[in-house]
Nanobody, 127 residues
Framework: QVQLVESGGGSVQAGGSLRLSCTTS????????MGWFRQELGKGREPVAV??????????ADYVKGRFTISPDDDNAKATVYLQMDNLRPDDTATYYC??????????????????WGRGTPVTVSS
């Protein structure tokens, strides 16, 4: 059974930073797009950023570009993807979910292409 284990959520004031981590199996790390999505209470899920660990090229939703950075760990054995979140705003408040979807030439921000999901980690940004 695939496991995606998230950590790093918490509470921070506007303008602050948090780093989320998502650890999975090495098999999934090497063969799947890894992504972060978020969902605010009462709203739909929205994409944040995705990456294929094999090339490290992140793809970002417009509302996080320039503030968030997704990156795979240089140590392949750790099979961990990070989401560095800087200059956080109150509207970034949500539960953040790590997801994995089979890699096929490129990764996209479409949630329906991700078959495996973590349990989520909450992020709260206060003004």
């Amino acid at each position: 059974q695939v496991q995606l284990v998230e950590s790093g959520g918490g509470s921070v004031q506007a303008g602050g930073s948090l780093r989320l981590s998502c650890t999975t199996s090495r098999y999934f790390y090497n063969t799947h797009c890894m992504g972060w999505f978020r969902q605010e209470l009462g709203k739909g899920r929205e994409p944040v950023a995705v990456v294929y660990p094999g090339d490290g090229r992140g793809i970002y939703a417009d509302y996080v570009k320039g503030r968030f950075t997704i990156s795979p760990d240089d140590d392949n054995a750790k099979a961990t993807v990070y989401l560095q979140m800087d200059n956080l705003r109150p509207d970034d408040t949500a539960t953040y979910y790590c997801a994995a979807g089979r890699y096929n030439l490129y990764c996209r921000l479409a949630g329906e292409e991700y078959s495996y999901w973590g349990r989520g980690t909450p992020v709260t940004v206060s003004s």
